[in-house]
């Protein structure tokens, strides 16, 4: 089954203690992205990367960073967390690369409800 | 920077009756434009999307139509049932230079029995 899979789903943790949040897809997609969403504000792009060892800022990416090794999995990461990242965490992928301008859907995963205390 | 506004922010109809949300984008160099849907507790999933050399689509009781002048685009849901209630997200991106995509603040649409 095609999915986008994050992990863990539901994470409390306290200030400053270091956390990654994995998501993983089985569609080789190119292009994958995070998102966070916050009441009244929407889905806000954290980072986004186009393809392997590609990454680049989305409108908030302050306090978090992103790696991408292999093509299936983008982890994100809070080196130092703080109570204002406290939100529900989307990751995505799609189909699009940089020689199909705009085309695929952004296909999410389950998200991933983070409480920083 | 680049912004999309969404409105209305909340939205109800009697089942049956259309509802329309408006989006409006700031980057004139958009130029592809999905909606997506949410309901409760799930994630996001693409319902219809439409591209800058296009100014409508429609699919069964969805349509959407971009004006590109006035850098504006809507939802349109006829016949609405139960099922319709969920929030709806405008977003808009663009090819050149990444592949950033700005969503709206979403709209949630409230379908009454």
């Known amino acids: 089954e095609a999915q986008v899979t994050q992990n863990p789903r539901y994470l409390i943790t306290v200030t400053g203690k270091k956390l990654t949040v994995t998501c993983s897809q089985n569609?080789?997609?190119?292009?994958m992205s995070w998102y966070r969403q916050d009441p009244g504000l929407g889905l806000r792009q954290i980072y986004y990367?186009?393809?392997?060892?590609?990454?680049d800022k989305g409108d908030v990416p302050e306090g978090y960073k992103v790696s991408r090794k292999e093509k299936r999995n983008f982890p994100l990461i809070l080196e130092s967390p703080s109570p204002n990242q406290t939100s529900l965490y989307f990751c995505?992928?799609?189909?699009?690369?940089?020689?199909?301008?705009?085309?695929?859907?952004?296909?999410f995963g389950e998200g991933s409800r983070l409480t920083v205390l | 920077g680049e912004n999309v506004e969404q409105h209305p922010s909340t939205l109800s109809v009697q089942e049956g009756d259309s509802a329309v949300i408006k989006c409006t984008y700031s980057?004139?160099?958009?130029?592809?434009f999905p909606w997506y849907k949410q309901e409760l507790g799930k994630r996001p999933q693409l319902i219809i999307d439409?591209?800058?050399?296009?100014g409508e689509k429609k699919d069964q009781r969805i349509a959407v139509t971009l004006n590109k002048t006035a850098k504006h685009f809507s939802l349109h849901i006829t016949e609405t049932q139960p099922e319709d209630s969920a929030v709806y997200f405008c977003?808009?991106?663009?090819?050149?230079?990444?592949?950033?995509?700005?969503f709206g603040a979403g709209t949630r649409l409230f379908v009454k029995a």
């Open positions: 439409i591209r800058s050399n296009v």
């Open positions: 569609m080789n997609h190119e292009y």
């Open positions: 990367s186009m393809n392997v060892e590609v990454t």
């Open positions: 977003a808009a991106s663009k090819g050149t230079g990444g592949f950033k995509t700005i």
């Open positions: 980057d004139s160099a958009s130029n592809y």
């Open positions: 995505a992928s799609s189909p699009r690369t940089r020689w199909i301008a705009n085309t695929g859907e952004l296909f």
